[in-house]
């Protein structure tokens, strides 16, 4: 199940530019969005 709430930390496959791997939910549902745990940036990809 996919179940994610916002403020949950995520593993990705694919690392930020900045090295980190870990991503904060910062918005759920069809308008899912991330934010780098590592250098704090938003990526909506
Ligand atoms: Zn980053």
New binding site residues.
């Given amino acids: 199940m996919n179940e994610y709430a916002v403020g949950d930390i995520v593993e990705t496959k694919k690392n930020?530019?900045?090295?980190?791997k870990k991503w904060e939910i910062t918005r759920t549902g069809i308008d899912f969005k991330l934010k780098?745990?590592?250098?704090?940036?938003c990526?909506n990809d």
């Fill in positions: 930020h530019p900045c090295g980190n780098c745990c590592g250098c704090r940036s990526c």
